[in-house]
């Protein structure tokens, strides 16, 4: 049987029965899931968008995302898996199986955007994982570095069974790169995640091959926690040896951020939405009162990845669909914006009231979720209007789930990052901070 893009074939672990099923995914299926943009040439949350002629028009044949000739054998550890996630694949022995990074044979983690047949990571953190009983996976993956500057290229980390085995840094164009070849593993969850941020070389996957007698995406974690945030959530020169370093993707690791660090503490789904040197009223700018904003925070939260597709010259954004909420929500922002405000009384006051409405931004995609708003790794200059903003909106909303938290100020004995941001030993110290901060929020809620 051949899978196509409209259609794939998955054995379905059923523990009252063991029962084979073929299941189709039709086009309504991918329209519930997400949104498209007018262009029709982008799709997130697990749409497939139907291109037009300006980007990449789809052949009368459906696109193929599958192996030439799959056969599924009767999975005799059913029960078993069912606990794990229904198998897409499953083989009495080895095969070779190609197969798209969609939601039936992997677990998608963090923002993506689906473009010209492509599945992009956006984000830091954002990936793919997948069960894979099996001695071999290769994934193809494509990247645009050759735009961009020798330290601008894009990273991504290979993880098995949670370790990190392998760093990968993407070369220009479209390439095929090992992610595991050796003894055969049982049940291994592997992921690629990005490890490099948003608005530096892009990082797409195009497809993944397994030497496999198994495939199956792992269950998402029950509760997902989301950060916002600048530069010190994107991890910026966390593994830098000075701060004399610069910026260099290569010494950006997200796995090695307080965001991915608190949501493993917890045992929560990661969700990072966050660009170096955006603010909510100015990104960085080396003057007091000399306003940039080219990208703004309150222009990226909505959509599926902003500066993706503004680079590529959309007029129409792809929204992302908040289809999963999440349960906890950091904001961590203003370092940037001081650097428009200064002590300026009136930009400090313009930033309050930004800040206010970027609650109700939030809140709105996020009708259920703590949020909590914090600053003080790099500096704590607008603390006191991010704590102003918090109390008035959940004075007037009578919302109870809005909190605040100071990180405390790195400190010399952990070391610098690349340009004074903070090191991979910051982070952890924040992370402790944050994750304790959390718990003890919900140990309240637990005894109210």
């Not at 059923?14 to 309504?28: F, G, K, N, P, R």
């Not at 939260?301 to 129409?316: C, H, I, L, P």
């Not at 004075?395 to 789930?401: A, C, G, K, P």
């Amino acid at each position: 049987m051949k899978c196509n893009r409209k259609m794939f074939t998955a054995v379905l672990a059923i523990a009252s029965a063991t029962v084979l099923m073929l299941s189709a995914c039709d086009e309504a299926e991918r329209e519930e899931s997400g949104g498209t943009g007018e262009d029709g040439s982008l799709a997130a949350q697990g749409d497939i968008a139907e291109n037009d002629e300006s980007t990449n028009d789809w052949e009368s044949e459906p696109y193929y995302y599958g192996t030439d000739e799959i056969v599924h054998d009767f999975d005799p550890e059913a029960m078993l898996h069912a606990g794990e996630g229904a198998s897409y694949f499953f083989s009495s022995e080895l095969e070779d199986i190609t197969f798209y990074p969609e939601e039936a044979a992997v677990k998608r983690m963090g923002r993506f955007i689906e473009y010209k047949d492509t599945y992009y990571l956006s984000y830091t953190c954002s990936g793919v994982s997948f069960l894979m009983t099996g001695d071999k996976a290769e994934a193809v993956m494509v990247s645009n570095g050759g735009a961009y500057a020798d330290n601008q290229q894009g990273w991504v980390g290979v993880l098995i069974n949670g370790e990190l085995t392998k760093r990968i840094q993407l070369s220009p164009g479209e390439e095929t790169y090992t992610l595991y070849e050796g003894d055969e593993l049982k049940n291994a969850e592997i992921a690629i995640v990005k490890l490099s941020e948003n608005q530096m070389a892009c990082t797409g996957i195009k497809s993944i091959s397994c030497h496999a007698s198994r495939i199956a995406p792992k269950f998402r974690k029950e509760r997902q926690i989301e950060f916002i945030g600048d530069s010190i959530t994107c991890g910026y020169g966390n593994e830098a040896e000075s701060p004399a370093d610069g910026f260099d993707s290569a010494e950006e690791n997200g796995l090695l951020t307080y965001g991915y660090m608190t949501a493993e503490n917890l045992g929560m789904e990661p969700m990072i939405t966050a660009i170096s040197g955006i603010g909510l009223i100015s990104d960085y700018t080396g003057t007091v009162g000399v306003k940039e904003d080219y990208l703004l925070m309150p222009q990226v939260y909505d959509n599926s990845d902003t500066n993706f597709e503004m680079r590529r010259g959309f007029d129409e954004l792809t929204p992302w669909g908040f289809r999963k909420q999440s349960d906890i929500i950091v904001i961590n922002l203003g370092t940037n914006d001081y650097s428009y405000t200064g002590r300026n009384e009136d930009l400090q006051l313009e930033f309050e009231n930004a800040y206010y409405k970027f609650l109700g931004q939030v809140r709105s995609k996020n009708p259920d979720a703590r949020i909590i708003c914090t600053m003080g790794i790099m500096g704590a200059e607008l603390f006191d209007e991010i704590e102003n903003a918090a109390i008035r909106y959940r004075e007037d909303f009578d919302d109870e789930n809005i909190f605040v938290m100071k990180f405390d100020y790195q400190s010399e004995e952990d070391g610098y990052g690349g340009d004074y941001h903070p090191t991979a030993a910051t982070h952890r110290k924040a992370a402790q901070k944050l994750t304790e901060f959390i718990r003890e929020l919900e140990n309240q809620g637990d005894t109210e």
